[in-house]
């Protein structure tokens, strides 16, 4: 499995971002999908999670209601809206796939599969 996180770029404060992650050498529809992001120096802190069918979406408290998380399980891919961007978003932002459900969607550890990374700056 294979995924592929793109769309990060450099965006002013209040502006808007997003990503997406492809998923390739797999079967997307039986993942759960989550965002996670990361500054130099820090942890690996939980963004959103959607479960398998779409049908529950999660957030952190820092971005809920700026942030949508969305998947197209036909497409084999995971979006991230990013809304009213603000400095404190900028991070790498790394998209991640779990095979087992989401039975803890904000830790990190469960996750199965990880992209790259794209980066994600939000000037002031």
């Known amino acids: 499995v294979q995924l592929q996180a793109s769309g990060g770029g450099l965006v002013q404060s209040g502006g808007s971002l997003s990503l997406s992650c492809a998923i390739s050498r797999g079967t997307f529809s039986l993942y759960g999908m989550g965002w996670f992001r990361q500054v130099q120096g820090k942890e690996r802190e939980f963004v959103s999670a959607i479960r398998r069918s779409g049908g529950r979406t999660y957030y952190s408290d820092s971005v809920k209601g700026r942030f949508t998380i969305s998947r197209h399980n036909a497409e084999n891919t995971v979006y991230l809206q990013m809304n009213s961007l603000k400095p404190e978003d900028t991070a790498v932002y790394y998209c991640?796939?779990?095979?087992?459900?989401?039975?803890?969607?904000?830790?990190?550890?469960?996750?199965?599969?990880w992209g790259q990374g794209t980066q994600v700056t939000v000037s002031s």
């Open positions: 991640a796939a779990d095979k087992y459900g989401l039975a803890e969607y904000w830790n990190p550890a469960v996750y199965d599969y």
